[in-house]
């Protein structure tokens, strides 16, 4: 059973950069039938997904966060991170790291973590 | 990128059956997924494809598709079901997620 867990500060300045880590257990993180997403909600609101890397390290980010966007993933440490730099208020959310299953060649997230509130504020 | 639309809002009577809608250009090539989550929780994906549940969903949940639009059918809703509902499925380029807005369930 593959679990995944975020870590991180969960409170950012404005105009720093957001980091966070999700470890996964329980599974390989370097199988071709995945991408490893990070996902945000803002409080109240919907999802929003944030981007994704193969286990060979392409990504694939959402178009509106892009410029802001860095996510990196080691298979040695089983890990993935994301960064997102000159955070600003609006970027207040629970950021959940995902597996997306790939396979079947339409997508689905099965696997989330348990999500992580990251506060920006002075 | 491509966006999904779901009704902001449905409510059902304990045990009858509600279907929930979700449009979008990308659904015509792409099947779409369908999570529940309730509050303070991680999401939860109840069905994907076509209308596969993962091992634990109730057989309650069913999914379906026509054109642009998916639907997530639930017979015989029961008090746990009351959650939000969210779609997914890739963009129309195929390369990115996508999630609808989502829909609050309320069971009456």
């Known amino acids: 059973q593959v679990q995944l867990q975020e870590s991180g500060p969960g409170l950012v300045k404005p105009s720093q950069t957001l980091s966070l880590t999700c470890t996964v257990s329980g599974g390989s993180i370097s199988s071709g039938d995945y991408y490893w997403s990070w996902i945000r909600q803002h409080p109240g609101k919907g999802l929003e997904w944030i981007g994704y890397i193969y286990y060979s390290g392409t990504t694939y980010y959402n178009p509106s966060l892009k410029s802001r966007v860095t996510i990196a993933l080691d298979a040695s440490m089983k890990q993935f991170s994301l960064r997102l730099s000159s955070v600003t208020a609006a970027d207040t959310a629970v950021y959940y790291c995902?597996?997306?299953?790939?396979?079947?060649?339409?997508?689905?997230?099965?696997?989330w973590g348990q999500g992580t509130l990251v506060t920006v504020s002075s | 990128s491509s966006e999904l639309t779901q009704e902001p809002a449905v409510s059902v009577a304990l045990g009858q059956t509600v279907t929930i809608t979700c449009q979008g250009d990308?659904?015509?090539?792409?099947?779409a997924s369908w999570y529940q989550q309730k509050p303070g929780q991680a999401p939860v994906l109840v069905n994907y494809?076509?209308?596969n549940r993962p091992s634990g969903i109730p057989d309650r949940f069913s999914g379906s598709s026509s054109g642009n639009t998916a639907s997530l059918t639930i017979t015989g809703a029961q008090a746990e079901d009351e959650a939000d509902y969210y779609c997914n499925s890739r963009d129309s380029s195929g390369n990115h997620l996508v999630f609808g807005g989502g829909t609050k369930l309320t069971v009456l």
């Open positions: 995902a597996r997306t299953d790939i396979l079947t060649g339409h997508y689905q997230v099965p696997v």
């Open positions: 494809g076509e209308n």
């Open positions: 990308s659904l015509r090539p792409y099947h």
